[in-house]
């Protein structure tokens, strides 16, 4: 029975020559190798292979040629599982290949240390599981954290906004958290302003909170 084919792309003619002959010795089918994007292209639109092992950043810039190369891979030819096997993390990029849902993977090269973790994730890869680097989840996590407008809001204020979401008036908030009107009114203030949404003449600030709550959850 043929194994998984695959085929690779890695600039670095040592790695990609070594990871070529692990997986064909562990039973893979590696039916071409490149590297560089526009060579990986042309492999995958040839072979139509089961996995295609990528790297970020490869000739000509070395910049994200390799994730490029994925996006066209995931468009193109959506039956091959992709693999990103880089040295970098590269949040917003692996965040566009890792929407696709299934069949994909992104693993930092210096965190794999066992062989057999590493062919077994490349199996349940290809047979449409999605595997992510606990580095890069706690990159995402720090990068949603750094992006999410609400955190600088205290606990009180999330409560606040919370309620304005759900329609009430200021009164309301006041009645359903036993304060003053005036208490709710200071921290309607505060969230605005932390918010960074200024007094205009065409939009409604309160409104456009509550966009942002909304949006954030």
């Known amino acids: 029975m043929t194994g998984t084919r695959v085929v690779l792309a890695d600039d670095d003619v040592l790695l990609r020559e070594g990871l070529s002959s692990l997986l064909t010795r562990s039973g893979f089918d590696v039916v071409g190798a490149a590297g560089d994007g526009r060579d990986l292209l042309d492999l995958v639109r040839r072979q139509r292979p089961d996995l295609a ?53 992104y693993l930092l090269k210096t965190r794999v240390t066992d062989v057999d973790d590493f062919l077994t994730t490349l199996h349940r890869i290809a047979d449409g599981a999605s595997v992510v680097d606990p580095a890069l989840v706690q990159e995402l996590v720090s990068a949603r954290r750094r992006n999410d407008p609400l955190a600088a809001l205290s606990g009180r204020e999330h409560e606040v906004l919370t309620l304005m979401a759900e329609g009430l008036s200021n009164g309301g908030i006041a009645r359903r958290l036993f304060v003053t009107e005036g208490t709710v009114e200071k921290h309607v203030r505060s969230i605005l302003t932390k918010l960074d949404l200024p007094e205009t003449g065409d939009d409604h600030r309160r409104v456009r909170a509550v966009i942002m709550y909304l949006e954030s959850r």
């Open 53 to 105: 092992i990528v790297d970020i950043r490869m000739p000509p810039d070395h910049h994200t040629e390799g994730l490029d190369a994925a996006a066209v891979i995931r468009r193109e030819v959506p039956e091959t599982a992709i693999l990103v096997l880089s040295a970098h993390v590269d949040v917003d990029h692996a965040m566009e290949l890792l929407s696709g849902g299934r069949s994909v993977g």
